[in-house]
């Protein structure tokens, strides 16, 4: 069983940035792809970013690609989401999630099989 908690959300302008962090525990954390989720204001949780092993296979969702990096670090069982440009649109409850890496990169909420508690991140304006 895999555990995940994030943080580092917060309230942050139009246009700022910030970096999430999520740590795991729990499993062999380079055996699992890392994803970035998000749930907005009446919306369901829709994929953001996945990252599936140390050499950094990625896949970002377009609405953030040139905008957010996901990476990871497996000697501390920790893996990122950087974001940058941020826009009104991007608040939300941002959750990670874990899968085993062998199925490669989900994009969707339902391949995940292991989930934080989640991380509010407001952008104001």
């Known amino acids: 069983q895999v555990q995940l908690v994030e943080s580092g959300g917060g309230l942050v302008q139009v246009g700022g940035s910030l970096r999430l962090s999520c740590a795991a525990s729990?499993?062999?954390?380079?055996?699992?792809?890392m994803g970035w989720l998000r749930r907005a204001p009446g919306q369901e949780r829709k994929f953001l970013a996945a990252?599936?092993?140390?050499?950094?296979?990625?896949r970002y969702a377009d609405s953030v690609k040139d905008r957010f990096i996901v990476s990871r670090d497996n000697s501390k069982n920790t893996v990122y989401l950087d974001m940058s440009s941020l826009k009104p649109e991007d608040t939300g409850v941002y959750y990670c999630?874990?899968?085993?890496?062998?199925?490669?990169?989900?994009?969707?909420?339902?391949?995940?099989?292991?989930w934080g508690q989640g991380t509010q991140v407001t952008v104001s304006s």
């Open positions: 999630a874990a899968h085993r890496s062998d199925i490669g990169l989900g994009t969707h909420a339902r391949e995940y099989d292991y």
């Open positions: 990252i599936r092993d140390s050499r950094g296979e990625t």
């Open positions: 729990g499993g062999t954390f380079s055996a699992y792809t």
